[in-house]
């Protein structure tokens, strides 16, 4: 268990940084939807670096090896990343995609990059104010498992007694980050879907070829996202049924196989889908799919390249800036890109 944890966590961590890296560099393709999808990775490489290595912990060892600190830490950081993922599939289910398809003339008003960083700035401000009582809750607390007549100690967030508030923090949850931006986003999509139908229908059957393009462009874009939300309802689910069980049967400890195994897959699900969204994103665009490609191909390219045997490879740079017509992003960085890519063509 603990090696599916490593492997979702390296591939999720070389997915989201190069998917960071790519939209950073990348002036070409730096717009509304992108710069929402780079909060995005960065909200998952925070999980996967602190909560996923803790959650593998449990396997390998019977004790909570993170002290209290640890225990309100952690919890606070996994609450804060699922806010900013749910939370940014929905601002860009309502700007980039409703905007951008059923009122274009009004996506005129907020392109500038510093009021897409300020509304991603403003979903990890939220979330992490949402977060807070986890913080303030969660606790190391003693449970008895009634079967053995055995005691453990782990992180919880809330005590064993009473039934009242894990009940209504397990709903809370379960509503504020899973039901309501679902429905929210669904609410959208409706609108987009009429509004690409009305589109579609309208044109003729030899009609402009540039609108055709239009239409066709905004419904992979529409269908992008809801790849993304489709990923994100599919693998939360399970975690947040498995929390909303165990908060109506809080005073027992399910001790048995079944639940065992449904808590492990449903951990995993969750984890892996802070993983699936660079390569879900490979798939779905070609304009990305190539960006991705040279940026790992330069990583790799910048390490070869700093070894002693490649002592020249600063050499050989202006002549090709002056000389060939390559788009923004491949000449953002001046020491290694351009030289990766001309040695990938």
């Given amino acids: 268990i603990a090696s599916v944890y490593g492997a979702i966590s390296v591939l999720g961590l070389i997915g989201n940084i190069t998917l960071i890296r790519t939209f950073c560099s990348a002036k070409s393709i ?3 939807p992108n710069l929402f999808m780079s909060s995005l990775a960065l909200g998952d490489v925070l999980l996967l670096v602190t909560c996923a290595p803790v959650d593998a912990s449990r396997y390998l ?5 993170f002290g209290r600190v640890g225990c309100k830490v952690i919890p606070f950081i996994q609450l804060t990343s699922v806010g900013v993922s749910v939370f ?3 601002a860009l289910s309502a700007d980039s995609r409703y905007r951008a398809i059923v009122k274009p003339l009004d996506l005129q008003k907020s392109t500038t990059t510093a009021s897409i960083v300020l509304r991603a700035a403003f979903i990890w ?5 949402l977060a807070i009582p986890e913080a303030v809750y969660s606790d190391l607390h003693a449970f008895n498992v009634t079967s053995t007549n055995e005691s453990f100690v782990t992180c919880a967030p809330y005590p064993h007694a009473g039934k ?20 929210v986003i669904s609410v959208y999509y409706t609108f987009i879907a009429r509004s690409l139908f009305k589109s579609a229908s309208s044109l003729p059957m030899e009609g402009n070829v540039h609108a055709r393009r239009q239409v066709e462009s905004r419904k992979r874009l529409a269908k992008t996202v809801l790849v993304f939300v489709g990923l994100f309802a599919v693998c939360w689910l399970p975690s947040h049924v498995i929390y909303l069980y165990r908060s109506y049967h809080y005073s027992q400890v399910d001790t048995s196989l079944g639940h065992f195994v449904f808590s492990i897959v449903a951990r995993i699900l969750a984890f892996t889908n802070s993983c699936m969204n660079p390569f879900a994103l490979y798939l779905l665009s070609k304009s ?11 990583c790799c390219h910048v390490t070869f390249k700093h070894s002693p045997q490649s002592p020249t490879h600063y050499n050989t740079r202006m002549t090709s800036v002056h000389s060939t017509h390559h788009s923004v992003a ?4 001046i020491n290694g890109r351009q030289l990766c890519q001309e040695d990938y063509v």
Avoid: G
């Avoid at 990305?288 to 330069?298: M, S």
């Fill in 61 to 65: 060892s019977d004790e909570w090896l």
């Fill in 288 to 298: 990305f799919k190539k960006q991705f490609n040279q940026q790992l191909c330069c």
């Fill in 164 to 183: 009242l508030h894990p009940q209504i923090h397990s709903m809370a949850s379960f509503l504020i980050f899973y039901v309501i931006p679902l429905l």
């Fill in 30 to 32: 730096r717009n509304v």
């Fill in 88 to 90: 940014t599939l929905t």
């Fill in 125 to 129: 401000v939220f979330s992490l104010i």
């Fill in 330 to 333: 491949s000449l953002t960085m």
